[in-house]
């Protein structure tokens, strides 16, 4: 026979709330692996896994892809992505279904940098390199560098937001690691400052970039790379 309060015990334990703030709604914007305003480029040999959006410049904004153009005008593909790539001057829906994922991206970055009353704030003055990182929402008036790997951990509901006040930077060959089941798309960074991932560096999570993202050669990001100018990639890998 169970009795009520184990009964009750048993709920409570099968119903336990996920850790961290409530999740950042990308809605159209989680379509794409990188989507930018002012363009994305490539240093061949780049592996892009998922589409690639440019919105309001034309196809010009995509260079290094050596891009073929689908025979409807929509989309063009390239040997470097596993995916799609679409532009603004590419033929209908393209222009207004990118005008939508490019709203939405705003509207996300300014969901993400209105959180308040975080749970971190200006954690060691923004060098975070050898941090164990629990899911909450961290914030930083200023830069935040990774000169050392970081760690972050929790289950694979728990939410982390990263609000960077100016510039986030990962050193050359430092990572992000993940532990005890988080997932990057759990994993927000929003960022009012260029966003660098160093040579063969490594990011985990959704980068919101107020500015521009670049990843230099080797860099890797399993993450999507949303940003409001360019996004610029050098033999670098991107995973969604």
Known sequence: MIFPL????????DSVSALGPAAVNLRTAANYAILSK????????????????????????????????????QFSTSAQVVGL?????YSAPTPATLT?????MGTAFTDATGRVNPNFNNLASGAIGGLVLAPGLYKWTSGVTIGSDVTITGAATDTWIFQVGGALTVAA???????????????????????????GGHIEGVVLGKTSITLITGATANSRLLAQTNVALQKATVNN
């Open 100 to 104: 939508v994922a490019i709203a939405d």
């Open 85 to 89: 790539l679409f532009a603004a001057s």
């Open 38 to 73: 002012t363009g994305v480029s490539t240093v061949p040999p780049s592996v892009i896994s998922g589409s690639i959006g440019t919105s309001p410049i034309s196809a010009t904004g995509l260079t290094g892809f050596s891009l073929t153009v689908d025979p409807t005008g």
């Open 6 to 13: 184990t009964l009750s015990l048993l709920f409570a334990l």
């Open 173 to 199: 060959g430092k990572k992000i690691v993940l532990a005890g089941g988080a997932l990057a798309s759990n994993i927000v960074f929003v960022v009012t400052g260029p966003v660098s991932v160093g040579a």
